[in-house]
C-alpha cells in the first residue's frame, strides 16, 4: 500500500512540476467553481517544487490566488446573470440543494465581505460562496476584493505548510521510505494542520446553522 501510494504521489507531484504555474493557475480556477477538486492537493506540491528551485514560492502563491480569483468570479457572473431561479430550480444538478443556496444566501445576507473573505478558508463552503454573492448582487469590487484576500492567505498557508513539511525532504520522491520519515518528522505541523481546520470547521458549522435560522425567519 505504501508503495502504490507513492508511485501515484510521484504521478501527481510531476503533473504538477510539468504544468508549473498555469496548472496552479488552472487547477485552482476550477477548485474555486463548481468542480471539487481538493486545493490541499495542488498548492503543497508546487509549493514542494518551489522549495527544490523549480518554481518560485511566492509565484505559487500569487498563481493559486489568481486561479481562485478568476474561478470565483466566473461562477459569481453566472449566478448573478442567471438569478436565483434557475439556480434554486437547477442547482441539484451540481449537487447544490434549495437548502444550501438559502443558507448561503442568509451567509453572504448577514456577513457580507467578511463572510466571503472567511468562506474562502472554509472547504466545500470555498467553491459554492460565489453563487449567492452573485445571487445577491454584491458589488464585484467588493467581492472580488474580499475573494482575493482570503484566496491569498489560504493559498500561502498550503503552500507553506507543503515547504515545511515536504519542501526540505527531496529525496521523498525517490523512496516511499523517505516520504514515511519525512512525514513523520513534521507530524507536529500536521496535527497543528488539523485542530486549526476541526476549529474553522465548528465555527462555520456554527455561522451556516445561524445563517439558516436568519433565512427562514426572512421567509
Known amino acids: 500500500m505504501q508503495e502504490q501510494f507513492h508511485a501515484l504521489l510521484k ?4 503533473f504538477v512540476e ?26 503543497p506540491p508546487a509549493a ?13 502563491v500569487l498563481a493559486g490566488t489568481a486561479g ?3 474561478g470565483s468570479i466566473v461562477s459569481y457572473l453566472v449566478a448573478r446573470a442567471v438569478g436565483e431561479p434557475f439556480v434554486r430550480r437547477y442547482g ?10 438559502a443558507a448561503m444566501e442568509g451567509w453572504v445576507a448577514e ?6 473573505f472567511f468562506a474562502r478558508l ?8 460565489s453563487i449567492p454573492a452573485g445571487i445577491l448582487k454584491m458589488g464585484v469590487v467588493r467581492f472580488s476584493a474580499a475573494t482575493t484576500a482570503g484566496a491569498f492567505l489560504w493559498c500561502w498557508v498550503l503552500s507553506w505548510f507543503g515547504r515545511k513539511v515536504i519542501g526540505d525532504a527531496p529525496q521523498l520522491l525517490d523512496s516511499p521510505a523517505e516520504l514515511a520519515h519525512a512525514l513523520k518528522a513534521k507530524m507536529h505541523l500536521v496535527v497543528v494542520a488539523v485542530v486549526l481546520f476541526a476549529a474553522a470547521y ?7 446553522k445561524r445563517s439558516a435560522k436568519t433565512a427562514s425567519s426572512q421567509a
Open 11 to 14: 504521478v501527481w507531484f510531476h
Open 18 to 43: 510539468v504544468w508549473g504555474y498555469l496548472g496552479v493557475f488552472l487547477l485552482m480556477a476550477l477548485e474555486s467553481s463548481i468542480v471539487p477538486i481538493p486545493s490541499e492537493i495542488i498548492m
Open 48 to 60: 514542494y517544487w518551489a522549495a527544490q528551485g523549480r518554481m518560485s514560492f511566492w509565484g505559487v
Open 68 to 70: 481562485s480569483w478568476f
Open 92 to 101: 441539484k444538478y451540481i449537487l447544490i440543494s434549495e437548502a444550501k443556496v
Open 111 to 116: 456577513y457580507g465581505v467578511p463572510g466571503i
Open 122 to 129: 472554509l472547504p466545500v463552503v470555498r467553491h459554492l460562496i
Open 202 to 208: 465548528a465555527v462555520m458549522v456554527w455561522l451556516r
